[in-house]
């Protein structure tokens, strides 16, 4: 599938795992999935990376590598509503937490810069499953899924960096 060939003065470059056709038809799929113009040239990108990827891992080229590419487009097009959903549904949820507070600007400020604070100061791997779980709003077993790492880990995790959040917001007097 994918041929090494040398170019004049250039040495040995990889061929393009998709032809101008496939390229087109992974735009239209994309496009036609709802993914604005702008990120059409990503989404192409990402069909081009799988299929390298499935090549280097040494898996059998598809039969089709068209219909695949399009199918993968498809995949890629649904992932990024999921994706804007989930941006929206945290949006909302951030707008619900300060309507419902009502407390004033400053006491808002104050609580935003000791949290903030706080996610500094946590281990990256706390900070990670902390943010993914309360500001992504993923539930734990997909944390764990995107990590590659076990549930109980996700969990011990965000246990763990909860109370230390909890723990400096009450220190600074926050809470």
């Not at 060939?5 to 101008?20: C, E, H, T, Y």
């Not at 804007?84 to 104050?110: H, I, M, N, P, Y």
């Not at 539930?139 to 011990?156: C, D, F, H, N």
Request: hydrophobic share 40%; proline share 4%.
């Amino acid at each position: 599938m994918l041929r090494r060939k040398a170019r004049r003065g250039q040495g040995d470059v990889l061929d393009d795992p998709l032809d101008a056709a496939q390229e087109r038809r992974v735009r239209a799929v994309l496009a036609l999935g709802g993914v604005p113009q702008a990120d059409l040239p990503d989404g192409v990108q990402q069909v081009r990376l799988r299929l390298l990827e499935r090549a280097a891992r040494g898996d059998e080229a598809p039969r089709d590598v068209s219909a695949w590419a399009a199918v993968v487009a498809s995949n890629l097009a649904m992932d990024w509503h999921r994706a804007k959903r989930r941006q929206e549904r945290v949006g909302e949820r951030l707008a619900s937490l300060r309507q419902a507070d009502q407390t004033s600007g400053e006491d808002t400020s104050l609580l935003s810069l000791a949290v903030a604070q706080g996610l500094d100061e946590l281990p990256d791997a706390q900070r990670q499953v902390l943010v993914l779980r309360f500001y992504a709003d993923l539930p734990v077993r997909g944390i764990a899924e995107e990590l590659g790492i076990p549930e109980g880990t996700v969990k011990s995790r965000l246990h763990t960096a909860v109370r230390a959040l909890r723990a400096r917001l009450h220190e600074d007097e926050v809470v």
